[in-house]
């Protein structure tokens, strides 16, 4: 079983007397064991989700099952174990929320504690996974950013969580610091099979994962796969010098809707907050789509 099934996902806030539709029927799928990352512009609706899939928040319709458990019929009891069992959370500049006076080791205990007794030797193995083997005597005013966000991702760990999420996590580090952080991310994946989804906007981040979705308008607009050797081969041969690592693909919903691309919309002259009309016909195992001739170009 897939370890995340969105299907037709609305969120709606409710503010003053006005509703925000935060998600618009989102379907997304996403494996056990898959390392990927989610984009789309400001307000896009990319931190509902990830809210929704951390438990903080609850989606108003459509069916989301994460690791088995179903989102929308969890009683506040069961919603609580799910938040301490199935998910870690990792925020940006998370490490900056941690006690500065504590050590990189006091800091990953404590949340163990809470749980009931001290594991030392658990908090030591997981500083050693993020590579603060080192540095666990330090305390944290002694770390770097990079390293204080190791310890959050350490703490995120500390139940072997097998969904780890990651809101902006290389949002405020350097880039050579935010490429470490994703190799920690890897290795966590690899060793734990942790399954990991990060929200971000940094390019170089998501040219390194193999599937990025793209949001747009709270619904799953496309989806881009990180080329395979065989696929940069074949461009090389027909001449065709691919700078991009990977290939987008236009998501069509169960319903048959798709999102044309903005920027399409644009040189075609459609959208644009008017409605328009196109032809759909296909050609040759092709989809084509065709843009409404204007019925008076000369009034234009
Ligand atoms: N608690 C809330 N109450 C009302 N509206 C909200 C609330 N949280 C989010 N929204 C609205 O929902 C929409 C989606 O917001 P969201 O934070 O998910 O976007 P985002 O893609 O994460 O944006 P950013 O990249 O800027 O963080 C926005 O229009 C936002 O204003």
């Given at each position: 079983m897939?370890m995340?099934?969105?299907?037709?996902?609305?969120?709606?806030?409710?503010?003053?007397?006005?509703?925000?539709?935060?998600?618009?029927g989102?379907?997304?799928?996403?494996?056990?064991?898959?390392l990927?990352a989610?984009?789309?512009s400001?307000?896009?609706?990319k931190?509902?989700?990830?809210?929704l899939?951390?438990?903080?928040?609850?989606?108003?319709?459509?069916?989301?099952?994460?690791?088995g458990?179903?989102?929308?019929?969890?009683?506040?009891?069961?919603?609580?174990?799910?938040?301490?069992?199935?998910?870690?959370?990792?925020?940006?500049?998370?490490?900056?929320?941690?006690?500065?006076?504590?050590t990189?080791?006091?800091?990953v205990?404590?949340?163990?504690?809470?749980?009931?007794?001290?594991?030392?030797?658990?908090?030591?193995?997981?500083?050693?996974?993020?590579?603060?083997?080192?540095?666990?005597?330090n305390?944290?005013?002694?770390?770097?950013g990079?390293?204080?966000?190791?310890?959050?991702?350490?703490?995120?760990?500390?139940?072997?969580?097998?969904?780890?999420?990651?809101?902006?996590?290389?949002?405020?580090?350097d880039?050579?610091?935010?490429?470490?952080?994703?190799?920690?991310?890897?290795?966590?994946?690899e060793?734990?099979?942790?399954?990991?989804?990060?929200?971000?906007?940094?390019?170089?981040?998501?040219?390194?994962?193999?599937?990025?979705?793209?949001?747009?308008?709270?619904k799953?607009?496309?989806?881009?796969?990180?080329?395979?050797?065989?696929?940069?081969?074949?461009?090389m041969?027909?001449?065709?010098?691919?700078?991009?690592?990977?290939?987008?693909?236009?998501?069509?919903?169960r319903?048959?809707?798709?999102?044309?691309?903005?920027?399409?919309?644009?040189?075609?002259?459609?959208?644009?907050?008017k409605?328009?009309?196109?032809?759909?016909?296909?050609?040759?195992?092709?989809?084509?789509?065709?843009?409404?001739?204007?019925?008076?170009p000369?009034?234009?």
């Amino acid at each position: 079983m897939s370890m995340i099934i969105c299907e037709s996902v609305v969120k709606i806030y409710k503010a003053h007397d006005l509703e925000v539709f935060a998600l618009q029927g989102l379907d997304l799928t996403i494996e056990k064991g898959e390392l990927m990352a989610i984009i789309g512009s400001s307000g896009s609706g990319k931190s509902t989700l990830l809210n929704l899939l951390g438990g903080l928040e609850r989606p108003s319709a459509g069916s989301l099952l994460v690791d088995g458990n179903n989102l929308l019929r969890m009683t506040e009891k069961q919603l609580k174990m799910y938040k301490r069992l199935t998910v870690g959370f990792v925020w940006q500049n998370q490490g900056r929320n941690l006690i500065p006076y504590l050590t990189a080791q006091e800091n990953v205990e404590i949340p163990m504690l809470l749980q009931g007794r001290k594991k030392s030797q658990k908090a030591r193995q997981l500083l050693e996974m993020v590579g603060l083997g080192h540095r666990l005597k330090n305390r944290l005013n002694q770390l770097s950013g990079g390293e204080q966000q190791r310890v959050a991702i350490a703490i995120a760990l500390a139940n072997e969580p097998p969904l780890l999420l990651a809101d902006e996590p290389t949002g405020s580090v350097d880039s050579k610091t935010g490429d470490q952080l994703l190799n920690v991310f890897r290795e966590i994946n690899e060793t734990l099979n942790t399954t990991i989804v990060i929200v971000t906007h940094d390019t170089e981040l998501t040219k390194k994962v193999d599937r990025v979705v793209n949001i747009r308008d709270g619904k799953i607009s496309s989806e881009m796969f990180r080329m395979q050797p065989h696929e940069l081969e074949e461009l090389m041969m027909q001449g065709i010098q691919e700078e991009n690592t990977h290939l987008e693909y236009t998501v069509v919903d169960r319903t048959g809707r798709l999102q044309i691309p903005e920027e399409l919309l644009h040189t075609l002259n459609l959208g644009d907050n008017k409605q328009s009309r196109v032809q759909v016909v296909e050609e040759d195992g092709q989809l084509i789509i065709k843009p409404q001739p204007s019925l008076n170009p000369t009034k234009k």
